[in-house]
């Protein structure tokens, strides 16, 4: 069965004859086919996966080396750009849209011989965290389909999830990678800012937006790091270093993991999560790991800092939607061209996508600038720099991944709460560090959750070792808190 390998295990049955890359496709096919209630895929290029597969094997067979990712069947969420495919950012402002070249990281994956299947749901322009803001209607987790997936990436969660597809590649602004996996048990990678190209990402907020992966181990995580990851003449932003994250598991390393105190005492915090997560760290103390509690004071400021930041960034990057370069366009004839940029943003703009826009437009204007604008800026520089003393101190830090476990389509309606429910992601986008998601546990309902590693910036290599002893701690059984 083809149910769960690991990439490597794939290999091996693909190099051994017992399956073939077409198998495989067609295996996925019938699992998207079996959950398209759940409405993860947008669009499953059906035909020309299974020809590529065929020529994949092909090759094979005929003795030619095989890439990195020789037939890993992979989901791409709708923010990022496959030449001569559309791509909607889940919102009918790009309605009949095509890319009109490959984002570095989806050029990369093809190189080394992955098939990509399809496009992946989302929230509208990657803005939300329960998958309930697409154009295209909300996705459902697989585990309880009455509950959400999380979000931004929440299509991109559940096809893991589900076995549609090997990996997923998400983007991550202040958590879609990260939030989501953890509500569908799965591992959620949003690596470093800069540290996979942003060539060919449709933009939230360009200071914080980053390409994530979605995989079922850390080993296949690592290994689609590596494939995308890199400098790219494309994207001036992208580290000049190249990512190295093979390990020499002989030189092993003592850790020296911190977490906040006040963010594990937070009350926004499920109590079976806080429970469970100082259980994983008196745990991991009796293994050799040194475990410390900090003070952060400032935890309470993250989430106002991001909804700024982002918002301001965010009015920008989508004022190039405008009904005339892309996408739809307001039809009625003979308005003036300002009547007709208004009706097409306002037509193909969601609700949750024009209250970012209005907040983004305030916070810039002029007046209210230095007081929320360049106030924020100054907030983020002192988490760098604060975060930059941690790491002085500590190889990572641990914190919950998320305050509570997927919630029900349609429960949370203030968009306050849901922002403040960020609380635990948006740190790691705010100050470019990387953060991983680890499922480690599930509560009385079954319901998953995970625990977030994060690392100083660049350290890739460290903390997806890290993130490999962790999930190999035994975890105790989420605890009941009475
Ligand atoms: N929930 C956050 C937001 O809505 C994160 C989104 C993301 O990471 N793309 O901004």
Not at 9 to 37: D, P
Not at 317 to 338: A, E, M, P
């Amino acid at each position: 069965m083809l149910d769960f390998l690991s990439v490597k295990e794939y290999h091996t049955s693909l190099i051994n004859g017992q399956h073939t890359c077409v198998e495989a496709v067609s295996f996925c096919l019938e699992k998207i086919s079996a959950t398209a209630h759940l409405n993860a895929w947008l669009e499953v290029f059906e035909a020309e996966a299974l020809e590529r597969a065929d020529e994949l094997d092909k090759a094979r067979q005929n003795g030619q080396p095989l890439g990195k990712l020789h037939g890993v069947i992979v989901g791409l969420k709708d923010v990022i750009c496959f030449k001569d495919h559309k791509v909607s950012a889940s919102s009918r402002i790009l309605e009949g849209f095509t890319s009109v070249y490959h984002a570095t990281a989806t050029k990369r994956l093809l190189d080394e011989g992955a098939i990509i299947l399809g496009r992946q749901n989302c929230d509208e322009f990657a803005m939300g965290s329960s998958n309930e803001n697409s154009a295209f209607g909300p996705v459902k987790n697989a585990i309880d389909e009455e509950r959400v997936p999380g979000g931004s990436s929440g299509g991109s969660a559940v096809a893991v999830q589900t076995g549609s597809c090997m990996i997923s590649l998400g983007s991550d602004t202040g958590g879609s990678v990260r939030q989501p996996a953890d509500f569908c048990g799965i591992i959620g990678l949003k690596p470093s800012y800069g540290c996979i190209s942003r060539y060919g990402l449709i933009a939230y907020a360009s200071s914080f937006d980053q390409i994530g992966i979605f995989g079922k181990s850390i080993e296949d995580v690592r290994l689609v790091l590596d494939v995308i990851a890199g400098p790219d003449e494309f994207d001036s932003t992208a580290s000049q270093k190249p990512a190295i994250t093979v390990v020499d598991t002989s030189k092993e390393q003592k850790y020296r993991i911190c977490y906040f105190k006040n963010a594990l005492e937070h009350p926004s915090l499920d109590p079976v999560i806080a429970a469970s997560i100082q259980e994983l760290l008196q745990t991991a103390a009796t293994v050799g790991i040194e475990i410390e509690g900090i003070d952060f004071e400032l935890l309470d400021y993250i989430v106002p800092t991001y909804y700024v930041l982002t918002t301001a960034e965010a009015s920008s990057n989508l004022s190039r939607y405008d009904g005339i370069k892309f996408g739809y366009r307001n039809k009625q004839k003979n308005i003036d061209l300002t009547d007709l940029y208004k009706l097409s943003r306002s037509e193909g703009f969601g609700p949750e996508v024009k209250r970012r826009i209005l907040l983004g437009t305030f916070v810039l204007s002029e007046g209210y600038y230095d007081a929320y604008f360049t106030k924020a800026q100054q907030v983020r520089r002192l988490l760098v720099e604060k975060t930059k003393l941690i790491f002085e101190q500590f190889d990572a830090i641990i914190l919950p991944t998320v305050p509570t476990p997927a919630y029900r389509l349609g429960e949370k309606k203030d968009p306050i709460e849901i922002f403040l429910a960020d609380i635990y992601t948006v740190y790691a986008n705010l100050a470019g560090i990387p953060a991983i998601s680890l499922p480690l546990f599930k509560n009385e309902q079954g319901l998953p959750f995970g625990v977030q590693v994060m690392s100083s910036q660049h350290n890739e290599k460290l903390l997806l070792r890290l993130s490999e002893l962790l999930m190999k701690i035994e975890t105790p059984a989420a605890t009941s808190v009475d």
